[in-house]
């Protein structure tokens, strides 16, 4: 997908300022789907601009706003002189620019710039119209700043990196734009975008925020979601590989354990079990098979939740101070905090963790002759005479592990290391960042895990296919498609070959959410 596609050649926007936004229109429009644009109501400018008026005549009577007459952060014991005001706001993004790591890609920078919109949208963060029109001009143009990953610890929001929005916005450092990476003023300049000059709290709204977190976790969920039914379809074809009990998913059984994610999961995986398929080897199967739906539908049922949390944030004013032009208030506090995000990542990363542990033990049991009823010792599909020169699934299985096991490591909840920093004024802080990007990391690895099997899976149910001491195997139409998809894109193993190439693309495939499984409601 061409993320760089100008929003000119497409039919849909997501409007900002129109309604609460949703996890789906932020990754439309970070995938290239859908522009931007800023509701035309009369209402919502008037609110934008009420706010920016009221701070200018708080400031014209010598009002005390903290961040604007003052330092930031411990520094807020410090006034700032009236002649120096209108220089605090670039000093904020220039002293914030020093984050480091790996950079965030088109995507993720994108969803960034939507949630951070999105946020000031609200109408009590201060800023003029003119700072959102420059915003969404940069979403607009796919004009994209170099935000380093790391440097955030989730409160004061996503300080460092998002200094790098700030500066795009000023036509400092640098972007990419049209896949090269260019100074920002002069990308501006060639777009006829004059670059913006911040206005006393401006800098601190663009700043002092949770958009960068908010950004990675709704990539997350999406993914997440995407995984879990992934990982049913799988299940499935296991089961058929193994010649499973398909009554294991029974929905009578379920009734009788009303997780809805859990029932979800099962009746997914039976509806993929051809009724006619009925030769069963074990009355019970091993868990990694017979209690799917009960690992799944943890993560398909912490989903719903993290749904809304993400959404809250989303669409939450959450820099500091809040100020609120109608009511002629100024509001300090601290919704910069990234809590709810910190925590629904770290919960995901486990949920998705979990899953990559079932999948790991799906496989398993898949490649060895002693528990996968009959089938060829590693899934090779070699011919008797060339059998023991040829491995199959033996190294695929190995890495498997290797992925699962980095997954398992990285569950350790970032959200209870936090640090007390900037001369303790920041001394309980959320991590909201760091287990977003952790998240992200465990899913690329499950996502791993998730090739490997899917090409065992699909290999496992062709030898099933092939062996003639047993009845030919019932596939449901669904089923039958998947596999021959899966098909496509990597052949029937026979003899060894190097994996990698189709590893990779079943993984890029999987990320993408290339299968559309199961009804969408």
């Known amino acids: 997908m061409n993320i760089g596609t100008s929003p000119k050649t497409l039919e849909t926007h997501v409007t900002v300022g129109e309604r609460r936004l949703r996890i789906e229109d932020v990754l439309r429009v970070a995938r290239g789907e859908a522009g931007v644009s800023l509701s035309g109501a009369p209402e919502f400018a008037r609110r934008i601009r009420s706010g920016a008026q009221y701070l200018e005549r708080l400031l014209a009577n010598n009002g005390v706003v903290y961040g604007v007459t003052t330092g930031y952060g411990d520094s807020c014991t410090v006034g700032i002189p009236p002649e120096l005001v209108a220089e605090l706001p670039l000093h904020l993004t220039r002293y914030h620019g020093c ?11 994108l969803a960034v710039l939507v949630c951070r919109l999105n946020s000031l949208a609200q109408g009590y963060s201060g800023v003029r119209w003119e700072l959102l029109e420059q915003l969404a001009a940069l979403i607009r143009h796919r004009v994209l700043p170099f935000i380093p990953a790391e440097g955030s610890v989730g409160a004061s929001g996503d300080l460092t990196p998002l200094s790098y929005v700030a500066a795009a916005l000023i036509g ?7 896949g090269q990476r260019r100074p920002a003023l002069e990308v501006l300049d060639e777009l006829g975008l004059p670059p913006l000059r911040l206005a006393p709290k401006e800098g601190l709204a663009v700043m002092n925020g949770t958009a960068v977190m908010t950004a990675l976790a709704c990539l997350a969920w999406q993914r997440a979601e995407s995984l879990s039914r992934l990982c049913c379809r799988l299940t499935a074809l296991a089961s058929i590989a193994l010649r499973g009990n398909r009554g294991h998913f029974d929905p009578c059984l379920f009734a009788a354990k009303p997780h809805a994610g859990q029932n979800e999961a099962a009746a997914w995986i039976y509806a993929d079990l051809h009724p006619d398929d009925k030769e069963v080897i074990r009355l019970q199967d091993r868990y990694s098979i ?3 739906p009960h ?16 959404e809250n944030e989303l669409n939450s004013a959450n820099d500091n101070p809040l100020i609120d032009g109608d009511a002629e208030l100024v509001l300090h506090g ?11 990542m770290d919960a995901l990363k486990t949920a998705v963790a979990n899953l ?3 999948m790991d033990r799906q496989l398993a049991l898949l490649v060895d002759s002693r528990f996968n009823h009959g089938l060829p010792q590693n899934l090779s599909g070699s011919s008797v005479t060339r059998a023991p020169i040829n491995h199959g699934f033996k190294a695929v299985q190995i890495g498997a592990s290797a992925w699962t096991a980095e997954a398992l490591k990285l569950t350790m909840p970032a959200s209870v290391f936090s640090r007390s920093t900037e001369c303790h004024n920041q001394d309980k802080v959320s991590m909201g960042t760091i287990a977003a990007r952790d998240c992200l990391r465990v899913l690329d690895l499950t996502e ?13 149910v062709r030898l099933r296919q092939r062996l003639v001491d047993t009845e030919p195997t019932a ?5 039958a498609a998947f596999m021959s998809n899966v098909t496509e894109h990597s052949a029937f193993l026979d003899e060894d070959r190097p994996l990698e190439a189709e590893l990779r693309q079943l993984t890029c495939l999987i990320r993408q959410a290339h299968w559309e499984l199961y009804p969408h409601v």
Do not use: K, N
């Open 448 to 460: 791993q895990v998730a090739a490997a099997l899917t090409l065992a899976s699909v290999q496992g």
């Open 356 to 358: 990559a542990d079932l």
């Open 290 to 292: 017979r209690c799917a």
């Open 475 to 479: 596939l449901m139409p669904e089923v």
């Open 334 to 344: 601290g919704h910069f905090y990234g809590g709810h995000i910190a925590f629904a």
């Open 295 to 310: 690992v799944i539908g943890v993560a398909r049922d912490a989903l719903t939740w993290m749904r809304r949390d993400i």
């Open 172 to 178: 400092e450092r640098d972007v990419r734009f049209a």
């Open 99 to 109: 984050g480091l790591g790996e950079y965030l890609d088109d995507e993720q920078t």
